[in-house]
C-alpha cells in the first residue's frame, strides 16, 4: 500500500475538513501550502459557486487541494411535514417580526444526480474529492479515476466502509461520533452506532485494505498521534480550523465556540434535516422542544433553518446559526490557518 501521504501529494498527514459556508478558497490554499491538504466544500455551492472557488484557490498558488461534495439520497417530499414544520416554527419568526417561507425547497443537489457538477469536476481535474453522505455510482466513480483524481469518502461505521472500499475509493474518512457538522451515515434514518473516532480507526483499519484517515474531536498533535497509533494514516481537522483567521465563521459564531458553548455540544436534526452535531445554542434548544415533531427531509428543512438564521442576524441574534462543532471545541485555538498546521505538525511526536 502507497503511503497516503505520497497518495495526497502531501508532506504532512493533516486534512483540513471540508466546510460549508465555513473553510475557504484561502484556507485551502494556506493548508496546502504549508503541507497539509487543504479542502473547499461545494456541495452547497452550485456549480457557479464552485467554479469560483476552483479559480480562487488557484489564484493563490498552485496547491493540491480536495474539493468535497454531497452524495445524499434526494429527499422525498411530504406536504404535510413541511407544513406542520413551518407552523411549528412561526413562533420563533414573529418574534423577529418576520414570517416563515410559505414552501420549502431542495436547495442543494446531490452529487449522485448532479452531472453539471460532475463535468466541471472532470475539467478542473483537482488532486482529490471526497464524498459525504454516501458514494457516487459507479459510473461516476469510474469517470473521476480515469481523470486521475484521488478518492475519499467518510464513514461512521464499518459496513459503511466496506461499502466505499468496494466503490472504489481510495481511502476511508473515518467520521466518528465527536465529529461536529453532519454525520455522514449514507442513511440518514437508520439507527445510527455512533461509534467513537479511536475505536472507529481500530475496527476500519483491520477491516479495510485502503488507507484510514481519522475525523472527529481531533484538535492538537497529540490526537493525531493517538489516531495514527490506532492505525489511521492521517487525520482530518475540522473544527480546529473553525477559529482561524480564513475561516468563513461570523463573529457569533467564533465567540461560541471560543466561550462556554464549547463545552456543551449536541447533536441535532432541527436545523437541517439530519443529524449534526453543533454548539448548543437557541435554535438547538427550540429543536429540542419539538421533539416528536416530524422534521422534514434534509435538505429541505435547512431551507427553513437558513431563513430562520437570517431573520435572527438581521435582528442581531446570533443564536439560530449553525453553529457546527465537535467534542473537542474547547481546544479551539485563534491564528492563521498555515501556522496551525504547522504547530500540529510540530506537537506530532510520531
Keep these: 500500500m502507497a503511503e497516503l501521504t505520497d497518495l495526497l501529494g502531501v508532506t504532512l498527514p493533516i486534512l483540513q475538513a471540508p ?3 465555513v473553510s475557504s478558497p484561502a ?3 494556506a493548508v496546502s501550502g504549508a503541507g497539509g491538504l487543504g479542502a473547499i466544500a461545494v456541495g452547497a455551492a452550485g456549480v457557479d459557486g464552485a467554479r469560483a472557488m476552483f ?4 489564484a ?3 496547491h493540491r487541494f480536495n474539493v468535497n461534495v454531497f452524495v445524499h439520497t434526494p429527499p422525498r417530499r411530504d406536504a404535510a411535514a413541511e407544513a406542520g414544520w413551518i407552523d411549528q416554527w412561526r413562533p420563533r419568526f414573529a418574534a423577529f417580526g418576520a414570517t416563515p417561507p410559505d414552501r420549502l425547497n431542495t436547495i442543494y443537489t446531490s ?3 448532479d452531472d453539471a457538477m460532475l463535468a466541471l469536476i472532470l475539467a478542473e481535474r483537482p488532486a482529490v474529492v471526497s464524498f459525504h453522505f454516501g458514494v457516487p455510482d459507479a459510473a461516476r466513480i469510474a469517470a473521476l479515476r480515469a481523470a486521475g483524481i484521488v478518492l475519499l469518502a467518510s464513514a461512521t461505521s464499518v459496513d459503511e466502509a466496506r461499502a466505499a472500499q468496494a466503490a472504489g475509493v481510495h481511502a476511508v474518512i473515518a467520521q466518528g461520533w465527536e465529529a461536529g457538522g453532519h454525520r455522514g451515515t449514507f442513511d440518514a434514518d437508520a439507527p445510527d452506532a455512533q461509534i467513537g473516532t479511536l475505536a472507529l480507526v481500530r475496527l476500519l483499519s483491520r477491516a479495510l485494505h485502503v488507507p484510514v484517515i481519522a475525523a472527529g474531536g481531533i484538535m492538537d498533535g497529540a490526537g493525531i498521534d493517538a489516531a495514527r497509533a490506532l492505525g489511521a494514516a492521517a487525520a482530518q481537522l475540522g473544527t480546529a480550523y473553525i477559529a482561524c483567521d480564513e475561516s468563513l465563521a461570523d ?3 467564533r465567540a461560541a465556540l471560543l466561550g462556554d458553548a464549547a463545552h456543551h455540544t449536541t447533536v441535532t436534526r432541527a436545523i437541517s434535516g439530519r443529524a449534526a452535531r453543533c454548539l448548543a445554542n437557541r435554535f438547538t434548544a427550540a429543536g429540542d422542544a419539538l421533539a416528536g415533531v416530524m422534521i422534514p427531509a434534509y435538505p429541505v428543512a435547512y431551507d427553513l433553518g437558513k431563513a430562520l438564521n437570517a431573520v ?3 435582528q442581531g441574534e446570533p443564536g439560530f446559526g449553525a453553529h457546527w462543532a465537535g467534542q473537542g471545541a474547547p481546544l479551539a485555538r485563534t491564528m492563521p490557518a498555515a501556522a ?3 504547530a500540529l505538525a510540530a506537537e506530532m511526536k510520531r
Design 27 to 29: 484556507m485551502a490554499a
Design 340 to 342: 496551525l498546521t504547522l
Design 55 to 58: 479559480a480562487d484557490v488557484r
Design 251 to 253: 463573529a457569533g459564531y
Design 111 to 113: 452529487f449522485a444526480d
Design 60 to 62: 493563490l498558488g498552485n
Design 312 to 314: 435572527a442576524r438581521a
Design 19 to 21: 466546510m460549508a459556508g
